[in-house]
């Protein structure tokens, strides 16, 4: 169901599960079973989470995370705060003021952080709301991130056209790569190796064809296979590939664009193939560890990656799913493509032994005690937390052994979806009795504007340090208001609102992390305060 365009989505199922509990009683329920079916679902909600985000987490992080995430945990820490003192000025206990915060910061996994600390200290389930106050604080947490993107944009009076200008002037190579025909006209680099013309030397540009006496557009001419030993001279064409920035550098070097394009002369043996990464010898290796371009005359050009297009350099080891783009003669790309597997079948199979491998290592991660300084007890990551971690570093590896850690996009939903359902119904079902009574006597009302405040504050807070003080673009201030919140509704509307891909790319920076941080966030609070 959806009002001026924003609906609660999943969350939606938590509230039939509050009616349906309501409606069946506290004491018409087996408790045991709802348990049992709320920790699955959690364990599978959590793990998919870490298996999609893993690959890109490390990457984001080097590449812009760093100050999106201390931003991020800035929002965090003053949740915290914002629950410390509704807790103490709103006459709220902390046991259920930290089911307010998760669901004023839509985290269904800190809830579960919460419950299983708030067993770990003894505190008897029928003295938990938890549940209840999540979902009195949920609502307002989905709007709340939406209306403070709203307010930032009408505050700063925000145009979105120029943030867009903004952004691409920023990071020119946002839109991937594009390749250029360039004519060698730099008679100082006549008779030098490709290798030794400067800014080859990074590795974010690749040559992939050569035309010798292009300028002379001699009929006949034969395209080449080009590599970083191939010797040029003046007059010659080059295709190259990389960031558009690091293109336009080169052009100054080399000369000027060439009229003709190296991609259809009529009569080159020279095509163009994407192939799949997903044979089991190709992963972890890189481009230049496959020998492609010795042993078959094949050039990589460009490697896809989770909707990201990047140049093969030195350092990028292939991962299972990922796309290339290899150029070179018919023959030698079938032989690559063997190599390189280029299997549709394999990529949409799920592997279902490193699941199940993954899940236990999760688990068993997140049993292990972490005593840290001032804790009166240890830290656990629990359920929520170690499959996650688990998840994140074993995608990032991508493989050990026979074990790939890859889902594919439809089996990853599906876990995901059946994971949170299953979570939310539970939660739901176990809760709705407390619910419905808190709201019946008023106290719900007061928890309701409590929640809000753990909404409101540390985004409005953030958001003002982060466009005024750190001049940050708004599309990617709504990834990370959205990110931190770890809420896809509020994406959804960020990506909807901008029409760009920088809240995508910033909600994918801080989630993880933030996910992370928010269940140990929940356990410290209950531990020490509970």
Known sequence: VRFRGVSLGVAGVLFAGLVVGKLLGDHKLDHGAVDFAKEAGLILFVYTIGVTAGPGFFASLRRQGIGLNALAALIIVLGVVTTIAVSKFGGIPMKDAVGLMSGATTNTPSLAAANEALAARGVPAEQVKTGAAYAIAYPFGIVGIILAMLGV???????????????????????????????????????????????????????????????????????????????VHTGDVLLVVGPEQAIEDLRVVIGEPAKVDLRTVAGSPIVTRKLLVTHRAALGRTVDELHLRQRLGVTITRVRRTEVEVAPGPQLRLQFGDTVTAVGPE?????????????????????????????????????????????????????????????????????????????PGSASIVMKEIGIVMFLACVGIASGAKFFDALASGEGWRWMACGALITAVPLAVVAVIARAGMKMNYMTLCGLLAGSMTDPPALAFAGQATQSDAPSIAYAAVYPLTMVLRVVAAQVLVLTMV
């Not at 937390?385 to 995608?395: D, K, Q």
Request: aromatic share 4%; charged share 15%; net charge positive.
């Open 153 to 231: 944009r009408a505050f700063f009076k925000i145009k979105l056209d120029k943030e867009a200008e903004r952004l691409a002037a920023a990071d020119p190579q946002r839109n991937g790569l594009v390749s250029l025909n360039l004519l060698v006209t730099n008679v100082n680099l006549d008779g030098r190796a490709i290798e030794r013309i400067p800014s080859f030397d990074d590795g974010d540009v690749v040559v992939s064809r050569i035309l010798r006496g292009g300028a002379s557009a001699t009929p006949g001419g034969a395209v080449e296979i080009a590599s970083p030993q191939t010797v």
């Open 331 to 407: 023959s030698a790309l079938e032989q690559a493509g063997k190599e390189l597997g280029n299997s549709i079948k394999r990529l949409n199979h799920p592997q279902i032994a490193p699941v199940c491998v993954g899940i236990l290592v999760g688990i068993l991660l997140g049993s292990i005690p972490i005593a840290l300084p001032g804790m009166p007890a240890a830290v656990k990551l629990g359920l929520a937390g170690g499959p996650l971690i688990a998840a994140i570093v074993l995608s990032r590896l991508g493989h050990f052994g026979p074990l790939i850690w890859h889902l």
